[in-house]
């Protein structure tokens, strides 16, 4: 079991919303229960734009509610919260019954909640991935280490790949980072300045046009961001390879819906159908199994946490 | 197929309605067309404008999230094709996707080079597509700029959907057209199809009703010139009819000839008077009814150079050969182009006036032969008596042929100017003119009147003479006025009066003043002074009168001789009476 302390993230925003048909009250919190049809089925979100994702979850949401019937599930509902110390808090009290993320909001709450990691979600056809860190080539900044005194622009503040593993990789060099509202302002000469650009496409201009000193972003949109321009960016890390996301499951929740949810998500991209509500979820790929069980997917992962944990829980 | 004036009119009308409708139409959707395209590239103006606005901020501030957001929300606005917005070297921020295959791509090489000199909008046009270009500076660091790409192809269709509303349009207003030509041309034709049939009917001798004057236009002058032609036609019939009942009516024979003088018309008198009809003197020549007056070879030779005669005596020939004088007077009708019409022939019988007047001059005969003749013979005895031819006769029997003699003396007189005063009526009284000197025979005149003179005690005063004067007469004919006028004088004047006689030349006039001391000329009686046979009621006028015949001789004579006879007079007073001469000098 891991449990986290609960972090609030952001303000307080909780939207419940329904999907799929039946009729039926929340599946009990703590305690095995037996399969309902008319049971309701939970999937949880965090986001600070609840009606978008409630619009990417649902088609998911539906498709997979039935195709458990056989386990008393007749009703999906979809909870959007605004922080990861939220959604802590509806696993905790069993609102949320299934939590979909990538690695590190997921460690996070792993610790604060009872869950059991249960798949690995591919998307775009990539089961890990990683991110750079890079600046422009002519800037002189020849390693992670000639950061020191400069500014780097990260991504989101709850990006994985666009913050949380970058700034926990170059932490883990030894680099002490600060946090910065102004890409111009003054950096101590033993620190790396960072800040949020918000956007990828933000982060590479923001390079490219010496806005700051370095970026980091996602291995995979890197070549794609840089394009013809890449030979005027040099890439200074790259960090390990983690899981894209991680389906887990609220410990308390009946074991027959979580082995019927297993079986169903594991072969949604088996068939047409699955594929196609895969594709419109957020280009999933497919989901497997976690390979060397739970606590080797997420190794890496929690060696990285002392460097943002304190970022996770703002 | 005839065409009738609606058909025309309404052809005319509509075809130049439809015309207008056709060029308005074709002007509207013209202009519609340039306001459209106009309006639509400003509206890409106006909107890439706007866009690089709303992107400054983003590009000061390198936000390409913001500046894809701006693009994505452009790019959902009408007719634009694609955006982009790019750096101040021209390469592209983002085109608006996520994906944004754009990125880095560098602008066109005329929009960098504009774009790195001016913020004007460069607008540039490619088929239906527009593409505007504006750079975005910030103070006057240029910053990047935005490319919008803006379909005009729209703008065919709205122009097609604008010329089918605005044909639609042009349609109705054609149908507007030819129904307002109906009914203008219904309002311009009943009115003349009203003329018409008034027309018709005034030609089949109807009567027709005045036509309304409905409008001030043409047509209304129609009408109301209609109904001025039909009243005049009215008063020219009632004209016609009255000139041929006075023509019928009248007692002169008409007769109306052509230029060549064939008779064209006689009225009933000169139908009459030939003993024909009109329409057997219609077609003849005038000298077939007019004998030629004496003098000429036809009646129309007798003309005048104005084609008008006046007082020509000749003769009609009737039907039955009989000859019947008549006076013809000719006037020519209107003068025409061609030449006169023709002649206007009034003759007057005059029949009884030659018998009247042949009845007089065998009165004058019979008097001169049956009267004058034996009286002269009588006289003669009765003087041969007087003078004692028959011896001693007593004292009655002188007394009775004293009385005889001066009676047969007074009614010579009085044949004698009976026979003058028809002279002078007839013209038959010869003038034997000649200029003299005025004086001697005043003179001659006084000196004959003289012992007239003495026979009463009245003496003859020649108080005032013109020595020289000379006047162009017939001195018999003056001597006879003159003695005339001074035996007058006599008459009415008391015994031992005297007569002055005065001769005078005034302002081209020799003037011969006679004036008596008598009782004047009453009033009642002055007007008829020159009246033959005139004789005042007066008592002691009728004893004083001669017979009655001298002044009016007087008068005629002096006339003839170109002078004047007038008198001045006062009751109680006397009269004087001036004989007024033409002086030859």
């Given amino acids: 079991m891991i449990r986290l302390a609960a972090v609030l993230i952001g303000a307080s925003l909780i939207v419940v919303m329904a999907c799929g048909g039946g009729a039926g009250g929340p599946a009990e919190p703590g305690g095995i229960t037996s399969p309902a049809p008319s049971g309701v089925i939970t999937f949880g979100s965090i986001s600070l734009n609840p009606t978008h994702e409630h619009e990417v979850f649902r088609p998911f949401v539906s498709h997979v509610v039935s195709r458990l019937g056989g386990v008393g599930i007749g009703r999906g509902r979809i909870v959007v919260v605004d922080s990861i110390s939220k959604m802590v808090e509806e696993l905790k009290n069993g609102r949320v019954d299934v939590y979909i993320d990538s690695p590190f909001p997921v460690a996070f709450v792993g610790k604060r909640a009872d869950i059991d990691l249960l798949l690995r979600r591919w998307k775009r056809g990539s089961d890990t991935y990683r991110s750079v860190v890079f600046a422009r080539a002519d800037s002189g900044v020849e390693s992670v280490a000639d950061l020191t005194g400069k500014m780097i622009a990260f991504g989101e503040p709850f990006s994985t790949s666009g913050f949380l593993m970058p700034k926990a990789?170059?932490?883990?060099?030894?680099?002490?980072?600060?946090?910065y509202e102004d890409a111009a302002a003054s950096v101590p000469p033993d620190r790396v300045g960072y800040l949020f650009s918000n956007d990828a496409e933000n982060t590479l201009f923001w390079v490219l046009k010496s806005k700051v000193d370095a970026g980091a972003v996602n291995e995979d949109y890197f070549k794609g961001l840089a394009g013809s321009r890449i030979s005027e960016l040099k890439i200074l890390l790259t960090t390990k390879g983690v899981p894209r996301n991680l389906v887990c499951v609220r410990q308390s929740l009946d074991p027959l819906v979580t082995d019927a949810l297993r079986k169903t998500l594991l072969g949604m991209d088996k068939d047409e159908e699955g594929a196609a509500v895969l594709k419109g979820f957020e280009e999933t790929s497919k989901f497997d199994l976690l390979l060397g069980g739970p606590e080797q997917q997420l190794a890496g992962i929690m060696g990285l946490m002392q460097y943002i944990e304190e970022d996770l829980g703002q | 197929m005839r065409i009738g004036l609606r058909g025309r009119f309404i052809a005319f009308v509509s075809a130049i309605v439809i015309a207008f409708g056709v060029v308005l139409t074709a002007l509207a959707v013209r202009v519609q067309n340039d306001r459209l395209r106009h309006e639509l590239d400003e509206r890409g103006k106006l909107l890439t404008t706007v866009v690089a606005n709303h992107a400054t901020d983003a590009l000061a501030l390198l936000d390409v999230s913001q500046l894809r957001q701006v693009i994505d929300d452009t790019l959902g606005q009408e007719n634009v094709l694609g955006a982009v917005i790019f750096d101040e070297d021209g390469r592209v921020f983002t085109d608006g996707s996520v994906e944004n295959p754009s990125r880095h791509q560098l602008i066109?090489?005329?929009?960098?080079?504009?774009?790195?000199?001016?913020?004007?909008l460069l607008v540039e046009f490619s088929g239906d597509v527009m593409t505007v270009t504006k750079a975005v500076y910030l103070g006057d660091r240029l910053l990047?700029?935005?490319?919008?790409?803006?379909?005009?192809?729209?703008?065919a269709e709205d122009q097609a959907m604008l010329a089918r509303k605005t044909a639609l349009v042009g349609a109705v207003f054609a149908v507007l057209g030819v129904l307002a030509a109906a009914l203008l041309t219904e309002a311009v034709t009943r009115p003349l199809k009203e003329v018409i049939a008034a027309t018709r009917a005034v030609s089949e001798g109807k009567s027709v009703p005045a036509l309304q004057v409905r409008t001030a236009d043409e047509i209304g002058e129609l009408a109301a010139a209609f109904n001025e032609m039909t009243r005049r036609l009215q008063e020219t019939t009632v004209s016609r009819d009255y000139l041929d009942r006075v023509l019928e009516t009248m007692g002169e024979c008409l007769v109306v000839?052509?230029?060549?003088?064939?008779?064209?018309?006689?009225?009933?008198?000169?139908?009459?008077l030939a003993g024909a009809t009109e329409e057997e003197l219609v077609g003849r020549h005038c000298s077939d009814l007019f004998r030629a007056p004496e003098g000429y070879t036809s009646l129309l030779h007798a003309l005048n150079p104005d084609g008008s005669a006046q007082g020509l005596e000749t003769e009609l020939l009737t039907n039955t050969g009989e000859e019947i004088p008549v006076l013809v007077s000719i006037a020519a009708m209107d003068e025409s182009?061609?030449?006169?019409?023709?002649?206007?022939?009034?003759?007057?019988?005059?029949?009884?006036?030659?018998?009247?007047?042949r009845q007089r001059e065998e009165f004058v005969t019979m008097i001169h032969h049956e009267v004058r003749t034996p009286l002269t013979a009588v006289r003669g005895a009765i003087g041969l008596l007087d003078g004692g031819v028959a011896g001693d006769l007593g004292e009655t029997g002188r007394e009775l042929v004293a009385n005889a003699l001066r009676n047969s003396k007074r009614m010579e007189r009085l044949v004698n100017d009976i026979l003058v005063s028809r002279k002078l009526d007839f013209g038959h009284m010869s003038f034997h003119l000649q200029e003299v000197e005025l004086m001697p025979v005043v003179e001659q005149a006084i000196e004959a009147t003289s012992a007239y003179g003495d026979e009463h005690e009245i003496r003859f005063d020649l108080d005032e003479t013109a020595p020289g004067a000379r006047v162009q007469v017939d001195p018999d004919r003056l001597i006879q006025v003159l003695t005339n006028v001074l035996s007058n004088a006599v008459r009415f004047s008391a015994a031992g009066d005297v007569v002055k006689v005065g001769v005078t030349r005034i302002s081209g006039l020799?003037?011969?003043?006679?004036?008596?001391?008598?009782?004047?000329i009453p009033e009642k009686f002055r007007d008829q002074v020159f009246e033959p046979f005139a004789r005042a009621d007066e008592a002691n006028w009728r004893n004083r009168s001669g017979t009655g015949l001298g002044m009016s001789i007087s008068k005629a004579i002096i006339e003839e001789l170109g002078g004047t006879i007038s008198f001045d007079t006062e009751v109680g007073v006397g009269t004087t009476f001036h004989i007024d001469i033409p002086d030859s000098e």
């Fill in chain 2, 337 to 357: 182009p061609e030449g006169r019409r023709g002649y206007v022939i009034v003759a007057a019988d005059i029949s009884e006036r030659l018998r009247v007047e």
């Fill in chain 2, 144 to 155: 990047g700029g935005v490319r919008l790409s803006y379909s005009r192809a729209g703008l």
């Fill in chain 2, 257 to 272: 000839t052509r230029r060549n003088g064939t008779i064209a018309r006689a009225n009933n008198a000169a139908c009459a």
């Fill in chain 2, 510 to 520: 020799c003037r011969v003043a006679v004036a008596d001391s008598g009782p004047g």
């Fill in chain 1, 169 to 179: 990789a170059l932490a883990s060099t030894g680099l002490r980072l600060d946090n």
């Fill in chain 2, 108 to 120: 066109d090489e005329a929009a960098r080079q504009h774009v790195a000199v001016s913020d004007a």
